[in-house]
């Protein structure tokens, strides 16, 4: 079965402070696909990120970094220097084989100026 | 319009209404999905569309009705809900399914539909 846990519900952060969002995954697949997605007040889910479960590699982009680790089966999301834009609620999420996303229950980021 | 749009943004409806809710895609893809987003509970896929047909409904009670005229619009129909349907409907498309020559499943989301049933 496939399981997507993000066990901080909300955090809050003063604007400019670095700020990692946590996500586990479980599935026995040996391939899958690992998501970020962001959702602003306005309500839409704006796709962040896609890693397969072949590349650990670390990607940044911006001030947005995702540590993929499948040792520990985590695929973190870090912001450097949080801005109030940041602030939104933010969902990981796991597809594997032919099946559809399965999503966390995501963390609500506030980011006090 | 570019991507996904959702009309209506907020609808209030009594358990005896009767309301749709309206999908476009700018997008040129496939692939459509009906989630549910309720407070602190995972997004619930509810249905799927490819190519118009319904690859899949996720065990939805028949309160809610899915159409897909075409592959750029969906529907979800809606009648004698109960307040525990109220919740943030969300819509989304992907190129195709995932699988085969598309091994990842990029869903692109609207901005959803929220709902109220009192």
């Known amino acids: 079965a496939q399981k997507v846990t993000q066990a901080q519900t909300e955090i809050s952060v003063v604007e400019k402070e670095d700020v990692t969002l946590d996500c586990v995954y479980e599935?026995?697949?040996?391939?899958?696909?690992l998501f970020w997605y962001k959702q602003p007040p306005s309500g839409e889910l704006v796709f962040l990120i896609r890693?397969?479960?072949?590349?650990?590699q670390n990607e940044i982009s911006g001030r947005y970094s995702w540590n993929f680790q499948k040792s520990t089966s985590s695929f973190n999301f870090t912001i450097t220097a949080s801005q109030v834009v940041d602030s939104a609620v933010y969902f990981c999420?796991?597809?594997?084989?032919?099946?559809?996303?399965?999503f966390g229950t995501g963390t609500r980021l506030t980011v006090i100026p | 319009e570019t991507g996904v749009t959702q009309t209506p943004r907020h609808l209030v409806m009594g358990m005896t209404n009767k309301k749709s809710l309206k999908c476009e895609q700018h997008?040129?893809?496939?692939?459509m999905y009906w989630y549910k987003q309720s407070a602190k509970k995972p997004l619930e896929l509810m249905f799927v569309?490819?190519?118009?047909?319904?690859?899949e409904n996720n065990s939805v009670p028949s309160r809610f009705s899915p159409e897909c005229p075409n592959s750029s619009h969906l529907f979800l129909h809606l009648h004698t809900l109960q307040p525990e349907d109220s919740a943030l409907y969300l819509c989304?498309?992907?190129?195709?399914?995932?699988?085969?020559?598309?091994?990842?499943?990029?869903?692109?989301f609207g901005p959803g539909t929220r709902l109220t049933v009192l």
């Open positions: 569309y490819n190519f118009k047909e319904q690859t």
């Open positions: 999420a796991l597809q594997t084989g032919a099946n559809n996303l399965f």
């Open positions: 890693r397969n479960s072949f590349d650990e």
């Open positions: 997008l040129g893809h496939n692939a």
């Open positions: 599935t026995r697949d040996t391939t899958y696909y």
């Open positions: 989304a498309s992907s190129q195709d399914l995932a699988g085969g020559a598309t091994p990842y499943n990029e869903q692109f």
